[in-house]
């Protein structure tokens, strides 16, 4: 049995009383935690008296469940504290201090792991941590202000009463420990009476613990002893962790903060032995049944795995995602040390695989689910997987039931949750709690058929509340020792009202108020209009802090805060009982008290919430009928928590407290058995019948239960055992709760939704097979039922129809509609309709492969298909029997990674002249691509499917060009800057072979030699450096051109004066250039000179003899070439080839050297080749800065250009 952890916390330095927070009581179930903590040690904040809890163990299970975030979230409330706490697991968590889980967890009820993400887990057995506290927000650790002690007067006469009852105590106090806020405690379990005690001094300035005290009792906490010097006196301890196969067995964490060790002990913390870790352990996972086996998760994303209780540690696996790991279960997996987890991918994807425990290779992973799943939504329970897929924006969930494969969870039709959790996966079957797209607050509870596939609507608009930590509350409590009995709060016009269910939701009731209140006087309350209204959870509750508490001990006995009237209200709380199971209801205070359970449910205890120091308790030995009040210690204490004995036979528990706020951790151990006189016997037992307001038959089964008389007082003892007598009922309608695609109507019949096709319920069935078909209705999941109308309701056995196939599906294993070039792609085939085994399929991929089956059933595993190009195919499926055929397809886009782009521009541009903007991709093909062009000052890109646009610039200056390329998920961008001017000339230039040896050919190389070549320039030709511009282009041999611009204040703007001024530097320029004054050093050792360009033209005429056709033919044509050269120079816009070289070459013939007149077309000196520019068209239209797509396909090489500087 796993043992009983607890923290409890407290602040005496501060002038803050404690927050009364007395957890869940240790001892009554197994595998329990919880935490008692000091919630007033940050000042300036006022206690509410509506979360002045007195948390108790409540053995029941009440469901909760995470809700930040899409996806499935695993989760399952103990206790009476529903929901689950957003980072580490309950059960072996260890969060930081910011992540802390301040709720309290049913000492009976089982552990359950936090979600992140996505699917609400149910409980987990596997022991763990012995609590935890950590920082908290503010607005939750402020509380109360310890008062210092004043007694009422009731106080005052109790204590001048000498002979008042009294209870055997002893009380012992922690001394040195005064300054220390927090705490954790851990009783070994049954048949042990040692408790551990760590205290801790929280510094919530420094996030951290500083001090740490270690305290071992062996007699049941009488007495302590500090074990400091067996740990190190140094040593700062920061959490206690048990084995829950072996309670002898402890784990000590340091604080990483100081070292990073953890110490072990086999003696139930006698003696410990220290370890070294080089890793920061952030949570543990016991295995459920090997008790030195160990999963630890790392701060760094890694899993580690220890089968010698943490000796020494193996690394498991790297990106493991938070709280998504677990262990194998016996009778489903394989073997006994698989371990299933998820691993991050991505952001957006993770994989869900299986791994040995001793060898985690590649090669001894399993992938259960092929394909991706949602990040976070993992979720192993039980015989169940739970997995999400999201597929065009909307989550798809998946289930395995029995480790078989998995299947598209099938919710109604149109329910289309917003999330969903899996609350419990108890008899053989889900409890889902779904948001739907309708719903804000409330979430509907649907219930599904034992595959966990079909779900049907259980419970709409149950009340949800935020937690502590952020994880979102859903009030459901399961009854313990009554099967398929729960309590949840449902919102009706905008009323929270209680039900309560006997056969698992088929039916829900309100609660009948009792007829009268403690004082006897009578209770006027009918119903529907006014019933009794529970808290069913304990944290994080908008209408305060109600308790609830059950038993497997003692069924039928439920006690609950709560208040009477049209709904459930914050005022005038008070706390009920029933015995019957509530069918009638009791007032046992008028205030709100924590009640617990003694001696198997045999009395009950119950202390009273107050800030104010208390020293009396009450006991009822009659199911809270009457009352006793009796003193626990002699000074009032201020209660900070209650730790009770391992086992619901518990008969000793201890009080934490403080006698004031500057006091030390005082220990009251309370001993019950001297209230007892005698032990029970058969005279002292009367039998109780379970029933629905006079109904026998719940569940299909009436039920006799041996139970305890009122009136007996004795002790029941461990030897105590619950008995049950059942004879099985006759089958009624009630038995039954509608199937999957069905609704309930007002008359109480089951009929088809409005969507659905019962026929479709034999999609799988194969020829001269059967299938059972459906009547609407189906039996309730472990109801036991027999004959009766079982033979109307139950689905009946039919041949399978001979159908045409209907319904076809195509889809990828990832659900996506892109796939990446040269990998494998899963093509999956669903058929709604037709008998699979004898339809054919045919898949077409569209790239002039294809495939065909004989029949569907064959390709469960889906059809693999690699493509070897990059584009858009057309991927067709046809299946077809003797019936007929139907064909779906899907448009599936392969694509390649972009790796690189290039944006071709000019250098410098004429003012008003078109200009060619080309973007290059690299690779050339990478599928469907999306260009975001941003030119100019425009504040709107313009957007083209075409990598090419046409801009005109209107003013002079430099203009910015920014092209962004989208493929697929990437988005790369490049940048220019563009020159405009009304004037200028440019020449292109060429270097000494040197300098080709150390041109590595990138950009940021021929920028800077841009810059060099430019100073060598001016420095040779004394050119004003605002006249000059230089780059160097791409490729090799090296090559560079420079521009020279007018100078406006010389030439007056005047074209005629910029012309001959441009041509007067040209001519400096080139001159300096052929006299080779123009160099540069581009390394020691590495002159470079810098040339003019020469162009060499053909020889026009051929003057030998016998060449003279020859020549003629020459002649001729240089002149056709002449007139095409002139044609294309006109009407070049209307050529494509032009326009793909112009684009190439950056567009520096026909955009930047236009001659004035055709004469001057053909260079025919080296004085020729700098061109003079004139103004280019007279009557060219001058148009404001745009641009417009290009008027050809452009093609570009598979070559990479480089960048033009």
Not at 193 to 200: C, E, N, Q
Request: hydrophobic share 35%.
């Amino acid at each position: 049995m796993p043992a009983m952890q607890r923290e409890v916390s407290s602040c005496p330095k501060w002038h803050r009383a404690l927050w009364l927070w007395l957890l869940l009581l240790a001892g009554l179930f197994p595998a329990a935690e919880a935490d008692i903590t000091c919630r007033s040690c940050q000042p300036g904040r006022k206690w509410r008296g509506q979360e002045l809890l007195l948390r108790l163990d409540t053995g029941g299970r009440e469901r909760g469940v995470r809700g930040d975030g899409d996806g499935i979230r695993p989760c399952e409330a103990a206790g009476s504290a529903a929901g689950c706490a957003r980072a580490p697991r309950a059960e072996n968590a260890r969060p930081s201090p910011e992540r802390s889980n301040p709720r309290a967890s049913g000492a009976g009820a089982t552990q359950n792991r936090s979600a992140d993400t996505k699917v609400s887990r149910g409980r987990r057995d596997s022991g763990g941590r012995a609590g935890v506290r950590g920082r908290e927000p503010a607005e939750r650790r402020a509380r109360a202000p310890r008062s210092e002690p004043r007694w009422s007067a009731e106080e005052r006469r109790a204590a001048a009463a000498k002979d008042e009852p009294k209870v055997n105590s002893s009380t012992f106090a922690l001394s040195g420990d005064s300054s220390h806020n927090q705490a954790m405690v851990h009783w070994s379990g049954q048949n042990s009476s040692v408790i551990l005690m760590l205290t801790k001094l929280f510094d919530f300035n420094l996030n951290s613990v500083t001090e740490s005290s270690l305290w071992r009792s062996t007699d049941y906490g009488a007495t302590y002893q500090k074990l400091n010097d067996k740990v190190g006196t140094k040593t700062i301890l920061s959490y206690l962790y048990v084995s829950p196969n072996n309670k002898r067995k402890i784990m000590l964490l340091t604080d990483p903060e100081v070292e990073s060790s953890l110490l072990i002990s086999t003696d139930e913390g006698a003696t410990y032995q220290k370890y070294r870790l080089n890793f920061y352990i952030l949570s543990l996972l016991f295995h459920p049944e090997q008790e030195d086996w160990i999963l630890a998760y790392s701060h760094d994303q890694k899993l580690y795995s220890s089968v010698e209780f943490g000796r020494r540690w193996q690394l498991v696996h790297e990106r493991v995602a938070p709280n998504r790991f677990y262990w194998s279960k016996m009778g489903l997996d394989k073997e006994p040390g698989l371990i299933h987890l998820e691993t991050s991918i991505s952001e957006a994807q993770a994989l869900y695989v299986t791994c040995k425990l001793q060898n985690c290779t590649d090669a001894n992973k399993g992938k259960p689910f092929p394909g991706y799943i949602d990040p976070n939504s993992l979720v192993v329970q039980d015989e169940y997987v739970f997995v999400q897929v999201s597929t065009s924006g909307r989550p798809v969930y998946y289930v395995s039931a029995k480790r078989d494969v998995f299947t598209p969870m099938k919710l109604p039709k149109y329910t289309l949750p917003k999330e969903l959790h899996v609350i419990s996966t108890d008899e053989n079957r889900v409890v889902a709690a779904v948001q739907e797209w309708n719903q804000n607050e409330t979430y509907n509870l649907y219930v599904s058929d034992t595959s966990g596939v079909y779900y049907t609507l259980a419970l709409g608009s149950v009340v949800s509340s935020m937690g502590l930590e952020g994880n979102v509350m859903v009030d459901l409590y399961e009854v313990a020792g009554i099967k398929g009995m729960f309590l949840a709060n449902k919102k009706t016009d905008n009323q929270v009202k209680t039900h309560i269910t006997y056969n698992r939701g088929r039916d829900w009731r309100l609660l009948q108020a009792p007829s009268k209140d403690l004082r006897g006087n009578g209770i006027h309350c009918a119903l529907p209009y006014c019933s009794l209204h529970l808290h069913l959870h304990v944290s994080a509750n908008p209408y305060t802090s109600g308790n609830i508490a059950s038993r497997e001990s003692a069924p039928g006995i439920i006690v609950a805060s709560g208040s009477i009237g049209s709904e459930l209200t914050t005022n005038n709380v008070s706390v009920f009982i029933t015995s019957d199971a509530g069918n009638t209801w009791r007032q046992i205070f008028d205030e709100e008290y924590a009640v617990l359970y003694l001696d198997q449910g045999g009395a009950l205890v119950a202390i009273r919430h107050t800030p104010l120091p208390i020293r009396h308790l009450w006991l009822s030995f009659d199911e809270g009928r009457q009352w006793n009040k009796y003193s626990f210690t002699s000074t009032p204490l201020f209660v900070d928590g209650v730790l009770g004995e391992p086992g619901e036979e518990t008969l000793i528990m201890t009080i934490f407290g403080h006698v004031s706020h500057r006091s030390e951790w005082q220990l009251v151990k309370i001993d019950f058995r001297s209230i007892f006189n005698r032990r029970c016997t058969e005279a002292d037992y009367q039998t109780w019948h379970l029933h629905d307001q006079g109904e026998p038959c719940l569940m299909g089964v009436k039920r006799i239960y041996r139970k305890l008389k009122p009136t007996s007082r004795c002790v029941m003892g461990k030897a105590y055992s619950v008995t049950m007598t059942s004879g099985a009922c006759d089958c009624t309608e009630a038995d039954f709760e509608c199937d999957y695609g069905y609704e309930r109507r007002t008359d109480g019949k089951c009929s088809p939704a409005f969507w659905f096709h019962p026929s479709s319920m034999s999609r799988s069935c194969t020829t001269g097979m059967t299938f059972l078909n459906s009547t609407g209705y189906r039996k309730v999941v472990s109801n036991n039922c027999t004959a009766g109308v079982s033979s109307e309701y139950t689905a009946r056995r039919l041949q399978c129809p001979v159908l045409a196939p209907r319904g076809l599906q195509l889809v990828t294993s990832e659900g996506a509609l892109t796939a990446t070039l040269g990998a494998n792609v899963t093509f999956l085939v669903f058929l709604e309709e037709g008998d699979g085994a004898r339809t054919s399929v045919t898949v077409d991929f569209g790239d002039g492969h294809a495939v065909t089956y004989s029949n569907v059933s064959s390709i469960e595993d889906g059809i693999k298909h690699i493509y070897k190009a990059v584009g858009i195919y057309r991927v067709t499926a046809t299946v077809e029997n003797s019936l007929g055929s139907e064909t779906s397809a899907l448009y599936l886009h392969v694509t390649c990674q972009l790796e690189y782009i290039h944006l071709s521009a000019p250098f410098v541009a004429v003012r008003n002249k078109e200009v060619n903007l080309t973007a290059v991709l690299w690779p050339s093909q990478v599928g469907t691509v999306t260009y975001i062009w941003w030119i100019g000052n425009n504040t709107e890109p313009v957007i083209t499917l075409e990598g090419s646009v046409a801009c005109t610039f209107s003013r002079e200056g430099t203009n910015s060009v920014t092209v962004q390329v989208s493929a697929g998920s990437s988005i790369l961008q490049d940048k220019k800057s563009i020159a405009v001017h009304e004037y200028f000339r440019s020449h292109l230039l060429a270097f000494s072979s040197n300098l080709d040896e150390h041109n590595p050919d990138i950009a940021e190389w021929r920028l800077d030699v841009s810059r060099v070549i430019k100073n060598a320039l001016i420095q040779a030709t004394g050119v004003r450096e605002d006249q000059l511009l230089v780059t160097v282009l791409p490729g090799l041999p090296t090559a560079a051109e420079f521009f020279l611009l007018p100078d406006k204040l010389a030439t007056e703007g005047k074209p005629e004066k910029s012309s001959a001024h441009l041509d007067q530097l040209s001519e400096v320029l080139l001159s300096a250039l052929n006299q080779n004054f123009v160099q540069f050093t581009l390394r020691p050792g590495v002159q470079v000179t810098v040339y003019a360009a020469h162009l060499s033209a053909a020889p026009l005429v051929d003057t030998s003899e016998n060449h003279s056709g020859s020549a003629m033919l020459m002649l001729l044509s240089v002149v056709v070439v002449g007139l095409a050269v002139f044609v294309i120079y006109k009407f070049k816009r209307k050529i494509p080839g032009l326009n793909v070289y112009a684009q190439m070459q950056n567009e520096k013939e026909q955009e930047m050297m236009s001659p004035v007149d055709p004469s001057e077309a053909t260079p025919s000196s080296q004085q020729d080749l700098v061109t003079s520019l004139e103004i280019l068209d007279t009557e060219f239209n001058p148009r404001p800065i745009g641009c417009m797509k290009p008027h050809v396909h452009v093609k570009f090489s598979t070559e990479l250009p480089t960048f033009i500087v």
